[in-house]
């Protein structure tokens, strides 16, 4: 299993962007899919996690302003972010599991990690 994220940058408060992570080694699908992000002297936090089923669940932090997102055929979950603040400016992670998460928003959950993307949002 391996993952591999991209599409972050610098951004305007207020700007968007569309995090990539590219998934190999394993059906895309079949596992529970998550978006970490951790910011200086801060834990790890889950942002935005889809199910096996396909449902979705945001932290109350992004509700409304991010949208995951995965295009099976070509083994890529997104994370689309609009109306960007700064205080989402941390590393994004995207993370994989492949057995049941009771809660898919925990870090602790999750086996596999990329090697995360910087995100930096000026005021």
């Known amino acids: 299993v391996q993952l591999v994220e991209s599409g972050g940058g610098s951004v305007q408060a207020g700007g968007s962007l569309r995090l990539s992570c590219a998934a190999s080694?394993?059906?895309?699908?079949?596992?529970?899919m998550g978006w970490f992000r951790q910011a200086p002297g801060k834990e790890r936090e889950g942002v935005a996690a889809?199910?096996?089923?396909?449902?979705?669940t945001y932290a109350d932090s992004v509700k409304g302003r991010f949208t995951i997102s995965t295009d099976n055929a070509k083994r890529t979950l997104y994370l689309q972010m609009n109306s960007l603040k700064p205080e989402d400016t941390a590393t994004y992670y995207c993370?994989?599991?492949?057995?049941?998460?009771?809660?898919?928003?925990?870090?602790?959950?999750?086996?596999?990690w990329g090697q995360g993307t910087q995100v930096t949002v000026s005021s």
């Open positions: 993370a994989a599991n492949q057995i049941w998460v009771p809660n898919p928003l925990h870090r602790s959950w999750y086996q596999y």
């Open positions: 080694g394993f059906t895309l699908s079949e596992y529970y």
């Open positions: 889809r199910y096996r089923d396909g449902r979705t």
